[in-house]
Protein backbone atom coordinates (compact mmCIF):
# COMPACT_ATOMS: atom_id res chain seq x y z
CA UNK A 1 0.00 0.00 0.00
CA UNK A 2 1.15 3.65 -0.61
CA UNK A 3 -0.53 6.21 1.18
CA UNK A 4 -0.31 9.77 -0.36
CA UNK A 5 -1.00 13.48 1.03
CA UNK A 6 -0.92 16.32 -1.24
CA UNK A 7 -0.56 20.15 -0.02
CA UNK A 8 -0.05 23.63 -1.24
CA UNK A 9 -3.01 24.27 -2.99
CA UNK A 10 -4.99 27.71 -2.52
CA UNK A 11 -6.20 30.49 -4.14
CA UNK A 12 -3.70 32.45 -6.24
CA UNK A 13 -4.46 35.50 -8.61
CA UNK A 14 -4.33 34.66 -12.26
CA UNK A 15 -0.75 34.77 -13.55
CA UNK A 16 0.26 33.93 -10.40
CA UNK A 17 2.03 30.62 -9.43
CA UNK A 18 2.00 27.81 -6.65
CA UNK A 19 3.84 24.76 -5.90
CA UNK A 20 1.90 21.95 -4.65
CA UNK A 21 3.93 18.59 -3.23
CA UNK A 22 2.83 15.37 -2.56
CA UNK A 23 4.29 12.88 0.16
CA UNK A 24 4.00 9.19 -0.46
CA UNK A 25 4.82 6.30 2.39
CA UNK A 26 3.88 2.69 2.90
CA UNK A 27 6.32 1.46 0.21
CA UNK A 28 9.36 2.19 -1.78
CA UNK A 29 8.59 5.64 -3.55
CA UNK A 30 11.91 5.41 -5.84
CA UNK A 31 10.22 2.80 -7.74
CA UNK A 32 6.66 4.67 -8.75
CA UNK A 33 5.55 6.35 -11.75
CA UNK A 34 3.83 9.31 -10.14
CA UNK A 35 1.26 11.73 -11.86
CA UNK A 36 -0.75 14.62 -10.92
CA UNK A 37 -4.35 14.96 -12.42
CA UNK A 38 -6.70 17.36 -11.80
CA UNK A 39 -10.59 17.87 -11.34
CA UNK A 40 -13.31 19.70 -11.79
CA UNK A 41 -17.14 18.92 -10.97
CA UNK A 42 -19.30 17.17 -12.83
CA UNK A 43 -16.13 16.65 -15.60
CA UNK A 44 -14.09 13.94 -15.90
CA UNK A 45 -10.21 13.55 -13.93
CA UNK A 46 -7.75 15.37 -16.29
CA UNK A 47 -4.15 14.30 -16.94
CA UNK A 48 -1.95 17.47 -15.94
CA UNK A 49 1.75 15.90 -15.65
CA UNK A 50 3.70 12.23 -15.00
CA UNK A 51 7.78 11.73 -13.91
CA UNK A 52 9.47 8.18 -14.05
CA UNK A 53 10.83 6.28 -11.23
CA UNK A 54 13.86 7.76 -12.15
CA UNK A 55 13.38 11.51 -13.05
CA UNK A 56 14.70 11.00 -16.53
CA UNK A 57 11.49 11.00 -18.54
CA UNK A 58 8.49 13.81 -17.63
CA UNK A 59 5.15 13.95 -19.47
CA UNK A 60 3.01 16.83 -19.53
CA UNK A 61 -0.48 17.51 -20.72
CA UNK A 62 -0.37 20.36 -23.71
CA UNK A 63 -2.87 22.32 -21.88
CA UNK A 64 0.22 22.75 -19.03
CA UNK A 65 2.96 22.46 -20.80
CA UNK A 66 5.50 25.50 -20.33
CA UNK A 67 3.73 26.55 -17.41
CA UNK A 68 4.30 23.65 -15.37
CA UNK A 69 7.64 21.62 -13.78
CA UNK A 70 7.12 18.10 -12.12
CA UNK A 71 9.88 17.21 -10.14
CA UNK A 72 10.89 13.92 -7.38
CA UNK A 73 13.16 13.99 -4.85
CA UNK A 74 13.33 9.82 -4.07
CA UNK A 75 15.18 11.10 -0.75
CA UNK A 76 11.90 12.74 0.56
CA UNK A 77 9.30 10.74 -0.90
CA UNK A 78 8.08 13.54 -2.44
CA UNK A 79 7.18 14.77 -6.13
CA UNK A 80 6.15 18.01 -6.87
CA UNK A 81 4.01 20.26 -8.94
CA UNK A 82 5.65 23.56 -9.70
CA UNK A 83 2.82 26.05 -11.23
CA UNK A 84 3.42 29.17 -13.32
CA UNK A 85 1.24 32.22 -15.09
CA UNK A 86 -1.86 29.95 -13.79
CA UNK A 87 -4.96 30.70 -15.40
CA UNK A 88 -8.23 30.37 -14.03
CA UNK A 89 -9.13 27.84 -16.02
CA UNK A 90 -6.61 25.73 -14.54
CA UNK A 91 -9.01 25.97 -11.05
CA UNK A 92 -9.65 22.40 -9.91
CA UNK A 93 -8.80 19.79 -7.35
CA UNK A 94 -5.46 18.63 -7.77
CA UNK A 95 -4.85 15.06 -7.18
CA UNK A 96 -1.60 12.74 -6.90
CA UNK A 97 -1.34 9.36 -7.82
CA UNK A 98 1.16 6.13 -8.14
CA UNK A 99 1.68 2.94 -10.29
CA UNK A 100 4.35 1.05 -10.58
CA UNK A 101 5.19 1.37 -14.65
CA UNK A 102 4.93 4.18 -16.50
CA UNK A 103 3.46 3.45 -19.67
CA UNK A 104 -0.38 4.93 -19.99
CA UNK A 105 1.23 7.57 -17.33
CA UNK A 106 -1.49 9.76 -18.49
CA UNK A 107 -4.32 7.05 -18.24
CA UNK A 108 -5.99 8.28 -14.88
CA UNK A 109 -8.00 4.71 -14.56
CA UNK A 110 -4.18 3.05 -14.39
CA UNK A 111 -2.99 4.47 -11.38
CA UNK A 112 -3.47 2.34 -7.89
CA UNK A 113 -2.82 4.96 -5.28
CA UNK A 114 -4.10 8.36 -5.06
CA UNK A 115 -4.59 11.06 -2.75
CA UNK A 116 -7.33 12.64 -1.05
CA UNK A 117 -6.53 16.01 -3.31
CA UNK A 118 -6.17 19.42 -2.90
CA UNK A 119 -7.79 23.11 -4.10
CA UNK A 120 -6.54 25.24 -6.29
CA UNK A 121 -8.32 28.04 -7.20
CA UNK A 122 -7.06 30.66 -9.68
CA UNK A 123 -9.46 34.13 -9.12
CA UNK A 124 -8.99 36.39 -12.19
Known amino acids: QVQLVESGGGLVQAGGSLRLSCVASGRTFEYLAMGWFRQVPGKEREFAAAIHWSGLRRDYAYSVKGRFTISRDNAKNTVYLQMKSLKPEDTAIYYC?????????????????WGRGTQVTVDS
Open 97 to 113: AAKEYYRDFDRYQRYKF
